[in-house]
């Protein structure tokens, strides 16, 4: 067939067979084998969907459990992900999804009975969730005088990550976080124990409660018996004298007409029950101490040492060792233990073992400086015996000398002339010597006396150092020699 001008143009103007790729899709010069490739990779990309389709809707169609249920989504393909509304969302509804989100996750943590709280909370002092003994002390300390406490609404992940911890038996600290998170932790803890704070006494409680004048006496005959589980009783007593606080508080504004349709639901009791089990409190239970105890002491991280005051004591030592033994035993006692709980104990078991070391060390210090001291007190009492005969040879050798002396005294008496010879003769010489002499002469003895004494004195005060060093060696001497014989 004749080509036309046109077609002998086109063919002419047509490009090089290499350069055509650099060409745009809607070129008029594109090669008619890239178009047909092109056609065939569509097709069985549609075709691998389809199969794909096909194993989906079978898999669909097999019974399935929830954790195939769960993978189905992450096993499939991206491509075969339906985008169907994904991006039409409003802001609203992505808010929404957000606090789905958080609810689901809420839901995860895993909300234990009262029993089992009782069993793995570390107060040492009484039978009750180590939560409400910390929540409570720390409200009682800084909360009662909070505007609006437990109605201000609180982060609900902070408060699932205290209640999380507390279950976990994790160390939390509340002395930094704001009270009205405490609040909530509290309130939600509560509302989530299964079963019913009053137990088998609820119904019984909510027909006393129609009758005010005999509540008190009545109610408190019920809870104080041996029926009511003592773990009910605590929880009880500590919460509603917490509430009876906070009401008659006068700086947070709270009445028991605003903490009812808060408490009500948490508490499931009515209305009526829980305003008289708050306004009768101190009648109910008395006076309770809102103090859970000392804290007991922790080891997370085993690679450090075990934190032990300096200024510890024996009796302190004592004291906590039967502390950790209590939570120990609870530990083991647990009906579902959890890997958790496994740790808590292993935790429990190395500060019991580094408290008996310490115990063990201080014993052995306390030990070895009770014999340094009495053996210092034996030698010290050895001295003093030492010392003591010493002095006792010493004066027995002077009251020889005494009795020497005053038998020598008595000798020289014997041989002097009669007294009444020396007046007559001295009366004679009198008139013979001369005034000045015998002024004289007296003068000189005087003198010679006074140098006399000087002397005296200065030999007994030599004789007596003397002796002092004499006993004094005599008691190192026999002292050193028994050391040396006990030794």
């Avoid at 109605?151 to 699932?160: G, I, L, S, Y």
């Avoid at 003592?230 to 919460?239: A, G």
Wanted: hydrophobic share 30%; with cysteine.
């Amino acid at each position: 067939m004749p080509i036309s001008e046109r077609g002998r143009e086109k063919l002419q103007s047509s490009p090089d067979p290499s350069s055509s790729d650099k060409k745009k899709r809607g070129s008029i010069f594109r090669r008619a084998s890239l178009s047909r490739k092109k056609n065939k990779e569509d097709v069985s990309k549609r075709a691998k969907s389809r199969e794909r389709n096909l194993v989906a809707d079978a898999v669909d169609m097999c019974p399935q459990t929830p954790e195939d249920n769960k993978k189905k989504s992450s096993s499939l393909p991206r491509e075969t992900k339906s985008n169907f509304m994904r991006d039409r969302k409003s802001k609203r509804e992505s808010g929404r999804r957000k606090t789905l989100d958080l609810d689901s996750k809420s839901e995860s943590i895993k909300f234990t009975s009262l029993k089992e709280s009782v069993a793995r909370s570390s107060c040492e002092k009484l039978a009750l969730p180590e939560i409400v003994g910390a929540t409570i002390k720390e409200i009682e300390k800084r909360g009662l005088s909070e505007k609006e406490i437990y109605r201000v609404p609180a982060p609900k992940v902070d408060v699932m990550s205290i209640i999380k911890s507390y279950g976990e038996m994790d160390i939390v600290d509340l002395t930094k976080t704001d009270i009205h998170i405490v609040a909530a932790s509290l309130k939600i803890f509560v509302g989530k124990l299964s079963g019913n704070l009053l137990d088998c006494m609820h119904d019984q409680i909510e027909e006393l409660a129609k009758e005010p004048d005999t509540f008190v006496e009545k109610t408190k005959i019920l809870i104080e018996s041996k029926i009511f589980p003592p773990e009910n009783y605590n929880i009880c007593s500590w919460l509603f004298t917490h509430l009876n606080n906070v009401v008659q508080s006068s700086q947070n504004s709270q009445s028991i007409e605003s903490l009812s349709p808060i408490w009500v639901p948490n508490l499931k009791i009515s209305k009526a029950l829980f305003q008289s089990m708050v306004n009768f409190a101190p009648g109910l239970f008395g006076k309770v101490d809102l103090d859970p105890g000392r804290a007991i002491i922790r080891w997370k991280d085993s690679s450090t040492n075990l934190a032990i005051p300096e200024d510890v004591t024996l009796e302190w030592l004592k004291e906590e060792t039967d502390c950790q033994e209590k939570i120990l035993s609870k530990l083991h006692s647990l009906e579902n233990p959890d890997s958790h709980s496994e740790e808590r104990m292993w935790e429990v078991q190395r500060i019991k073992t580094a408290l008996k070391r310490k115990q063990k060390h201080m014993k052995k210090e306390k030990e070895e400086k009770e014999a340094e001291e009495m053996k210092f007190l034996l030698l010290e009492e050895k001295k003093a015996l030492i010392a003591q005969e010493e002095l006792i040879k010493m004066q027995n050798h002077l009251r020889r000398k005494l009795e020497y002396e005053k038998a020598k005294l008595d000798v020289l008496r014997a041989q002097e002339p009669n007294i009444e010879q020396v007046s007559l003769q001295g009366s004679e010489s009198e008139d013979e010597l001369d005034r000045e002499q015998l002024r004289e002469l007296c003068d000189e003895l005087v003198r010679e006396n006074e140098r006399l004494e000087k002397e005296n004195e200065k030999i007994i005060e030599n004789i007596n150092e003397e002796r002092q060093r004499l006993v004094e060696a005599n008691i190192a001497y026999r002292v050193k020699n028994e050391i040396l014989n006990q030794a």
